[in-house]
Structure formats: C-alpha cells, structure tokens
C-alpha cells in the first residue's frame, strides 16, 4: 500500500485531470481532492501499524546489484509528512478550484500539483538514499514546471529557471554526498546506515559528505545564502505558493536533515554549521519581510525566516529541540498555508496584493479580516497560538543550548528576529484592513466582497487548528510530536515532551515579551506618515542582492562558455578529434601516473608465422590508409582491406562467430561508405600546416603506443574470467551450444535490443537528416526510368539468382544461430548483402519495384516490426513471472521429423534479422536517393 500511495497520484493523477475537465472542472476538482483525501487516509490507516512496529517496510527489487531497490518506510517522521502533504495538499486543491478563473486550464495545475505531491510523498517514504535521490530531483522539476505555469510571463520564467538552477545544483551536490555515503556504509538503505553513524563520523570522508548534503539541504530549503530564489518564486499561482511554502519544496531539505540527523548528530561541524545558518535565515528573512509590498513577497520571505528558525533547532541536535522543531514543522504548515490562501482572497477580490494600494479593506472582508488575525497572530507567536508555543520551545533550546558570550549574541538575534516578525506580521493585518489613509484608491464596494464560502472553509480550518493546538496542545498535538520525536532520534532515553502554554516566569517569555512590545513599536514608527514604504533597500545592497550576483555569475558562464565553444567548435574534425584523444590519453595517464607497469608474470610463447605475417598485412595496410588518406575512395576500399584481415585475425583465434560478423559488417559498411562519399569531392584537401601534422602524428604514436602497452599489460597477466559461467551455463539455462549467440539473445539480451535500437534510430536519423537531398516525388510508375542505369546482362543475370540463393543461406545461418556460428544479425546482413547486389544490377527504382519497398519507404515499417516483436518477446517472460527478455527453451517431437529443440530466443533473433536488413537497407536507400539527386536534380517537375 505504501508503493499505491505514491503512485496514485504519480500515475492515476497526473493523467486522469485532463480527460475530466472536458466534461466539468468541477468533476475534476472532487476526483484531485478525492484523490488526495485518499491517500491521506491510507496513510492515517499505517498509525496503529507503526505505533506497534515503529516501522513499515516495503522493498521491490529493481537493481539489486547496485543496491537501488524500491525500498519504501513509513515510521511516525515519515507520516507526519506525508500526511501533511496529502492533507494540505486536499486543501489546496479545494481552493484552487474557486481561484483559478475559467480562463486557465484547472487539469494542467491539478497535473502538475499531483506530480509535486507524489515526488514529496517519494521523498518522505523512501528508505533509499538513491531512490530518496530521484523523487528529490522531480521536485525540482515540478516546482519549475509550477512556477512557470503562466509562462507567457518573464517572471514566471525568470523565478522558475532560477529555482531550477538553485535546487539542482544542491541535487548535484546530494547526489555526490549520497554515492560516499553508500561507499562508507556499504549500504545506500537508510535504516542501514543508521546502524553505521560512527564508521561515517569517523570517516575521512566525513568532512566532504557533510557539506554535500548541507548544500543540498540548504539550497531546497532556502537558507541563507541560497534563500532569493523563494522569493522571486512568487510568480507561480498562489495555490501553488501555499503548497510549496507550507507542506512541500521548502520543507524537503528540513525533512532531509531530520531523516539522517542519527548519522550526523555529534559532529562538531554539523551543529555549528547548521545553527549558524539556520539562525543568519532566521534574522536576515524576518528583517527584509517587513519592507515588501507584494503581499506573497513579505509572506515569502517570513517563510524563509521560519525555515532558519527550524533548521537552528535541528543544529542544535538535542532530542528537546528536534521535538521543538517538529512542533514548529506542523505549526508552520497550518498558518502559512492558511495566510497565502488569505492572499489569493485579497487578490481575487480586490485585484492587487500591492500593499500601498490596499488598506481599508476590513468593511468588505470582515471574515477574512478576522482569519487573517488569527493566523497572523500564530504567525508572530502571539499567546494561546500555535506559533507561540513553539517559538517558546525555540528560545527555551537556544537558551538552555549555549552560554557565555555565545549565548548574549544568539539571544539577541533570536529576539530581534521575534521583534522582526511582530512587525511584518502587523503589518500585513494592518495595511490589508485597517490603513484607511489608502482606502480611497480601492475600488467601490460593490465591487469587492467576500468570497464564496467553499473557498474560506480550507481557510477556516486551519485558522481554528492554529487556535486549538495553542490553547489545547497536550490534546492535539503532544503525544504526536513526542512519536516523531522517538522515530527521528532513533532512541527513546529522552524525556518526553511536555506541551502547556505557562511554564512559569523564564527568561525566554521575557524574550517573548520584548518581540510583541518590539515589535509592534518597530512598526507603528515606520508605519507613522508611511516611512515605511520609503525605505527600499534594493538601491541600498545594490550588486550585494542574491539575484544580482545569480544573474552575474549565470551570465558569466554564459560568455565563456561562447568563448570556449568559439575556441573548440572550428568546423575541423581533425581539430575535434585532437581534443578527444588527447583528453583520453590525459584521463588515463592521471590515475595511472607513477604506477610503474612493467611486463606481468604470465609465461610468453613464440608467435606463430601466420600471427606474424597477419601483423605485417595490418601494418602495410594502416601505413597505406595514412598515405591515401586523402583519396576517399582508396582509403575506403584500403579500410575495407584491413577489415577483411581482422576478418582472418578472427578465424585463426577460433573466433568463427566474430569472423562471419566482421566479414558482412565490412562489406555492408564499406559499401555504404562508398555511397556517401561519393556525394563529396574525392579528394580531401591539404589543409593541416607542417607542424599539426607533426603535433597529430606524435599524438597518434603516443596514443598507439599506451593502449598497446595497456593491452599488454592486461595480456600478460593473470585474471580472473567470468566466461567459465557462460560456458556452463549456456545449455542449461539458454539452451544452445553457442555461448557467444547464446549471450547476445539471453544472458545479454537487453545490451542487444538497445543495440538493435541504436541501429533503428540510426537509420531513421539518416533518412530525417539527407530528406532534403532526396529526390522528392520519385515515383516507379512511370516506367522505371528515373533512377534506373542499365548494367552489364552478365550482372544483371547473376543478380536474380544470388538473392533466392542468399536467403537460403540467411536462413540456415540464422535457423543454425543458437548452436552454430550465426544467428538473426549475421543473417540480416547477408540478405542486406544480396538485396544491395540488386541495387547494384537492376538499379534503385526497379530493385525497390520488385520488393515492394516503394522508395525505401517501407523500410521504415521493417524497423519497427523489428523492434515490435524483439520487445514482445521479451516481454513474453513477464507472463510466466520472468524478467525481461529471459529466454525459455523445450523440446517437441513432431510426426516424421523427430525431436526438435526450440527456445524463446529464435523471435527475438527474428527481430533482430528483420531490424537489421531494415536499418541497412534504408540507409541504402537513402544514400541512393542522395546521390541520384545530387547528380541529375530534383525528379519534381521533369
């Protein structure tokens, strides 16, 4: 049930949104909340499970070897959050439905929350860091897709590519951090790894893990200094701000440090880091929220101040203070979600979220006046909230935390950043509803109004959540935050939490006290004949702001990048090919600098005459191709040379399979090489100056040289095979004598579809990229003569019985394949042999004429079938509970004809050998038609 609940969003919603909304947006509402409602109370379902197991435990193989397996967990951290974001996220889908107008596609939002929801939902029940990885990146890509959701607008894809760019560059860093954390452990299984949290600490590698996943933790959170790409976000619908801001995104990194806070709790490093920068967020949000005027712009940045106020709290590591922040993760999800939705209300109704054109607004919104007191107040942690019990927890774990000089400074600024939230948190009460100096530039009354009922409810709910948690909170919320607590520390010696609002007269309640009286001094003096919207410090930072120094470095990187791409793209393969081999050659000589390799201990034996004179053969043709290299055509036919030595190289090494596949792929190839090269001059130009060619030739002597001295090396010392199990394995499991056949179309069935497809999309992409050298409208109709050239009777005559003979041989290479030198792509070359033979005698309309390929055309159609019945039949094993691709092998005996063997792989090879002569054959058609029309013109119009 745990993989249903991420799929059904991930799968089931996503998809089903767009075929609803074409009959009503309404319908489409009720199925994404039905859906989401679902799965939140699967998830309230796993709480008696966990309660008595303390963990749930889903595993699906998927590549084991790699220890990547769909590894799911649901303990009480894990359910807190997910039912966050389900239940939050229910909420917002009800009040995405009264805020999006008609005008905009209500399944494309719903398509694209669904994908955000089950990408959280992934992150909270992985129980692998790997698969943790790969929901952790599609939130990345869900949130750009969200923010960017009116992309007609810049800065919708201004704030989405910046948020992509952020977050995905802490995804780079957490994948790094992630793959040492699985090479210290030896596992990448979360629950794991906690039974690992010394040998990680102790680790060298320690200190590089650490900042790896902080910067990924830090970047997807918004800590500072990473914390301006949330706020220039805000372009994205407003439902998707409260998801993202209260339930998701943002709280992915919180989520992130909780999870694997066991293994990094105790490092000096971790506490300091993550405190101090949790706390630099805390103030430095709070501060710059008061001065926003775009409503969701100060709601942004006071989510980025409460996202430092929790992440300070998982620094300072102790059990009382991760339940502190825990507390505070729930609280912050009620009020913030609420407030953005309070925002959308006052933007849907009066048009603007411009606070220096609002003000006056309670007499029209009186309702939704009063909600947003209350969630202010929790968000300012004002008594008998939510908000202010665990900001009590806060400066209580600060306090209690640190001493000395250390604890006046963070005292301080815990306090001036309460100071800073009294104030943005009045401030948005206040000039929304009661700054009547800005009432007259509103619209009249009968334009704005309350809005519909439905759409407050979502609202209503959490403000009353706000009210009861922080008058009744040992009721509420207590006992919930302690078995998060329990599951997140992993031990359970600490005292348990204990929730009241008095805890009597302390030294953080005088904190609390100077943050409301502070706080509401700070503003009202602003605030007194509007200073307060004055003061723009954009002016004052200047190239100081985070999305100034962003947008420099971005265009940075984007000048020398061009110059860099100026300096290596020359148009000169022989420049491009330089920088390969020379970046190879420097990739192996770093790692293998100072080894000192010398000849192994293997015992050498004499070569033989005939290896001998094979080397001469290939060096006399080698030093001819470089000599000819410049006549196209000879170095053509000199490569076709060498390859039909490689041929004999094969056959003297008792390798038949690899020499009948050398041979009809030397054959094919050079034919086709001829056909396009043909299309070009035959002589190469002398463009290379005296000293590139020396500088090309050292390099090719030297590359030469360091891959046959590795080669050598490897040769001539002993080493381990895996061929023993091949060998024993190939009749027992793949039923053929022919190892090398046997592994192509069983053991390494899947290397050979993708090859196959590789060859598919090669054809393919020829045909798209010479188009527009064919001949268009060519037809064979009109007796044959566009692209017919008479050849000798002698060919021609030849030619019509070396194909019925060929296929015969086709056949029985490809029927002889599993036990005998052969197999479906030996056999698809010979037929591509004999088919072109009839290219050459009768010419390319006729030749396609009398097979009915019509063009080539049809060609097309052969790959496809080809790859239809190669992937049907692996898919076959899934209906016997096999993996794909897995080959099954029997016996029948037939009346007269006696036992026969036959295996499962004989319809793989059969789409191979259809797969190849189709790829082949198109790219000869193609050529062809090239050829034809670069010689005689387009055929149109004749």
Not at 205 to 225: D, E, R
Not at 600 to 617: D, F, Q, S, Y
């Amino acid at each position: 049930m745990l993989l249903l609940i991420i799929l059904l969003p991930l799968l089931l919603g996503t998809t089903l949104v767009w075929g609803l909304e074409k009959f009503s947006r309404g319908l489409t509402a009720i199925f994404a909340s039905v859906l989401s409602l679902s799965c939140f109370a699967m998830l309230l379902s796993f709480i008696p499970d966990v309660q008595s197991q303390q963990a749930v435990m889903a595993s699906y193989a998927w590549l084991p070897s790699l220890d990547f397996n769909i590894d799911l967990r649901a303990d009480f951290l894990s359910l807190l959050f997910a039912l966050l974001i389900s239940g939050i996220g229910t909420l917002i889908f009800i009040y995405a439905y009264y805020y999006l107008s008609n005008k905009n596609s209500l399944a494309k939002l719903y398509s694209l929350l669904m994908l955000f929801m089950a990408a959280m939902l992934g992150i909270a029940l992985s129980n692998n860091l790997l698969m943790l990885l790969v929901f952790w990146e599609l939130t990345s890509i869900s949130s750009f897709l969200l923010v960017a959701y009116w992309n007609r607008y810049e800065v919708a894809q201004r704030g989405s590519r910046m948020a992509l760019t952020i977050t995905g560059m802490g995804g780079l860093c957490l994948l790094a951090g992630f793959i040492l954390i699985g090479q210290v452990a030896g596992t990448f299984q979360i629950d794991q790894i906690f039974l690992k949290a010394d040998i990680i600490q102790n680790s060298q590698l320690f200190p590089v893990i650490l900042g790896l996943v902080l910067m990924g933790a830090f970047t997807k959170s918004a800590q500072f200094p990473f914390h301006f790409w949330l706020p220039n976000a805000m372009a994205a619908p407003t439902p998707v701000s409260a998801y993202l801001h209260s339930a998701t995104m943002v709280k992915a990194g919180i989520f992130l440090l909780l999870r694997l806070s066991p293994i990094f709790v105790g490092a000096m490093a971790y506490h300091q880091i993550v405190t101090m920068v949790g706390l630099i967020t805390l103030c430095v949000g709070a501060f710059f929220a008061i001065f926003k005027e775009d409503l969701k712009g100060l709601l942004a940045y006071s989510t980025i101040s409460h996202l430092g106020l929790i992440m300070c709290l998982i620094g300072i590591g102790s059990p009382l203070a991760i339940a502190a922040a825990i507390f505070h993760i729930i609280n912050h999800a009620t009020f913030k979600a609420a407030l953005f939705m309070i925002a959308g209300v006052i933007d849907h109704e009066t048009g603007t979220r411009d606070l220096r054109k609002l003000g006056g607004t309670w007499q029209f919104l009186p309702i939704t006046g009063t909600l947003a007191m209350i969630t202010c107040a929790a968000m300012a942690g004002v008594p008998f909230t939510n908000g202010f019990l665990s900001k009590e927890m806060f400066f209580t774990e600060l306090v209690a935390s640190h001493s000395g000089i250390t604890l006046l400074l963070f005292a301080v600024l815990a306090t001036l950043a309460g100071v800073f939230a009294v104030s943005y948190s009045v401030r948005l009460v206040h000039g929304v509803f009661f700054d009547h100096a800005f009432a007259k530039k509103l619209p009249s009354e009968g334009h704005i109004h309350e809005p519909v009922k439905p759409m407050l409810a979502p609202i209503a709910l959490l403000a009353t959540l706000c009210i009861l948690v922080g008058v009744l909170p040992a009721v509420f919320v207590e006992d919930i935050v302690n078995a998060v607590t329990i599951a997140t520390v992993q031990h359970q010696n600490f005292e348990l939490v204990h929730l009241a609002i008095w805890h009597g007269f302390n030294l953080p309640l005088m904190m609390s006290i100077v943050a409301l009286v502070g706080g509401l001094g700070l503003y009202f003096t602003l605030a007194k004949n509007g200073r307060i919207r004055k003061i723009d410090f954009d002016p004052i930072l200047g190239n100081l702001r985070g999305p100034v120094i962003f947008e420099k470095i971005l265009k940075s990187l984007v000048l020398n990048s061009r110059k860099f791409k100026k300096a290596t793209e020359t148009g000169s393969l022989q420049n491009y090919l330089f920088i390969i081999v020379f970046f190879t050659l420097a990739m192996a000589i770093i790692p293998l600098y100072g080894f000192g390799f010398t000849t192994g201990t293997r015992e050498l034996i004499h070569a033989p005459i005939v290896a001998i004179v094979l080397w001469l053969l290939l060096l006399t043709g080698c030093w001819m191709m470089l000599w000819f290299h410049h006549e196209r055509i000879k170095a053509i036919l000199i490569s076709g040379a060498i390859g039909l030595v490689v041929t004999i190289v094969f056959v003297t090494m008792s390798a038949p399979d690899l020499a009948l596949t050398q041979i009809v792929v030397d054959v094919v190839s050079t034919v086709l090489l001829l056909m396009g090269l043909s299309l070009l001059p035959q002589l190469t130009p002398y463009e290379s100056s005296r000293t590139r060619r020396w500088r090309d030739a050292a390099l090719a002597i030297i590359g030469g040289f360091g891959l046959g001295w590795l080669t050598w090396l490897v040769l001539t010392r002993d080493h381990q095979s895996i061929s023993w199990f091949f060998l024993q394995q190939s009749i027992p499991l793949g039923g053929g004598s022919n190892v090398v056949n046997v592994v192509l179309v069983d053991f390494r069935g899947f290397d050979t579809f993708g090859e196959i497809v590789v060859l598919g999309i090669a054809g393919i992409g020829a045909l798209c990229l010479m188009d527009g050298m064919r001949a268009h409208g060519t037809t064979v109709t009109k007796g044959l003569t566009h692209r017919f050239t008479p050849s000798p009777l002698l060919l021609r005559v030849t030619g019509s019985w070396i194909l019925a003979l060929a296929l015969v041989v086709s056949l029985y290479i490809f029927l002889r394949g599993h036990n005998l030198p052969g197999g479906g792509f030996i056999a698809g070359l010979i037929t591509s042999m004999a088919l072109i033979v009839q290219y050459i005698a009768l010419g390319q309309d006729k030749a396609e004429f009398l097979i009915r390929a019509k063009s080539g055309r049809s060609y097309e159609q052969w790959i496809g079938g080809g790859l239809v019945v190669a992937g049907l039949t692996g898919m076959g094993a899934w209906l016997w509970g096999r993996p794909f691709l897995t080959s099954a092998h029997f016996y029948v005996n037939p009346p007269l004809i006696g036992e026969i063997h036959l295996a499962s792989a004989a319809l793989f090879d059969v789409g191979v050998y259809v797969t190849v002569v189709g790829a082949t054959m198109l790219l000869i058609s193609v050529l062809g038609d090239s050829r034809h029309s670069t010689m005689t013109g387009p055929v149109r119009g004749e």
